[in-house]
């Protein structure tokens, strides 16, 4: 996305009938000939920095391949607000932050021959479906699938790694308590622990349709789908295997 891309380049069909309608009402309107001559009111750069913005919301999740919906609101400005007139097309950029996300800030400038720059506040919410508790849960609790759902949330207001899959959280450590309906984040997970080293485990060996088990013992701790030492006790080698169970460890033929 080029930032300093004239903004009258980006506008949907909904807005240019926006501002076909503003020019008709401040630059047209036989009462007031000295406002339309003159000066740029504060609805054009509240109109300007929606239609910018939802331009760079839909490029930022069309290039992010983040699916969502949003909804934006412009700040109101002082009505008494009065730029000069641009002779030329008004431009907008992306002031603050670098992802059109939660509040933002546009700065929307003319370069004519009376240059000027207004810095507008917006906000951007961004909803997406996130992981979040159905209950209260307990620290060091492991999550099970009726401990978490799919809710709509606003991501521009998270900091923290939200989760969008119920998969990504069902078997992980809790590393702090949580209230029921509350977002789960990477913060509040750790890998939960489900073979200790001296456990027993079966070991699989796969190839094809061929399974062969044997037994082993396990040379160090590790969660679901880490890699950890195990020694089988036929052979009495040591070897790598992948955990896929609490007791369940598999390597390839």
Not at 134 to 145: E, F, H, Q, V
Not at 184 to 211: C, P, W
Not at 222 to 246: C, D, F, Y
Request: glycine residues 6%.
């Amino acid at each position: 996305m080029n930032a300093k891309t004239t903004f009258s380049r980006r506008l949907t069909s909904n807005y240019r009938r926006l501002l076909y309608g503003l020019s008709a009402l401040f630059f047209l309107n036989p009462g007031h000939p000295a406002v339309a001559d003159s000066v740029t009111l504060p609805d054009l750069l509240i109109g300007v920095t929606q239609g910018f913005l939802e331009f760079t919301v839909e490029d930022y999740l069309a290039t992010s391949q983040t699916p969502g919906r949003y909804e934006i609101k412009v700040n109101q400005l002082d009505p008494r607000l009065r730029m000069p007139h641009c002779d030329k097309e008004l431009t907008a950029t992306l002031e603050s932050p670098a992802q059109p996300l939660g509040r933002v800030t546009v700065r929307v400038r003319c370069d004519g021959a009376s240059p000027w720059t207004v810095f507008v506040p917006a906000q951007v919410k961004l909803f997406r479906e996130v992981v979040t508790t159905t209950r209260p849960l307990k620290r060091a609790g492991i999550i099970s699938p009726d401990d978490v759902m799919l809710r709509e949330r606003d991501i521009g207001q998270i900091n923290q790694g939200y989760l969008t899959s119920v998969d990504q959280a069902i078997g992980q450590k809790l590393v702090r308590p949580m209230v029921a309906d509350q977002l789960v984040t990477l913060v509040h997970l750790e890998q939960a622990e489900v073979v200790r080293k001296g456990d027993q485990v079966v070991i699989s060996a796969r190839s094809g349709t061929l399974n062969v088990k044997m037994p082993g013992e396990a040379l160090s701790n590790g969660g679901m789908s880490e890699q950890i030492r195990v020694k089988n006790l036929n052979s009495q080698r040591v070897i790598k295997a992948r955990i896929t169970a609490p007791g369940q460890v598999e390597v390839a033929m």
